[in-house]
């Protein structure tokens, strides 16, 4: 799936899609990192976004990123390296 979903929003998603819940407990996710996820999901948005000031870039990223599922812990560290790495 290339939805760029944290785990809530793949559940969410999945669940949509029409699968039982109990199906979707046994799911093992070992391997799946918020952080890259949210990371991969702003550098494709940034291509779109040369000429917006950057308060408007950080609101827009912050919002899409809860909307997309992300906690708000996660949001706030994705935020942090953003104004690390485009400031």
Do not use: P
Request: proline share 0%; glycine share 4%.
């Amino acid at each position: 799936i290339r939805k760029y979903l944290c785990k809530i929003g793949l559940k969410n998603y999945i669940i949509n899609k029409g699968i039982t819940h109990s199906t979707i407990d046994n799911l093992q996710d070992n391997e799946y990192d918020e952080i890259e996820i949210a990371k991969n999901l702003i550098e494709k948005k940034m291509r779109n976004m040369k000429n917006i000031d950057k308060l408007k870039i950080k609101q827009r990223i912050n919002g899409l990123l809860l909307r997309r599922g992300f906690s708000y812990d996660t949001v706030c560290k994705i935020m942090q390296t953003f104004e690390e790495t485009y400031n």
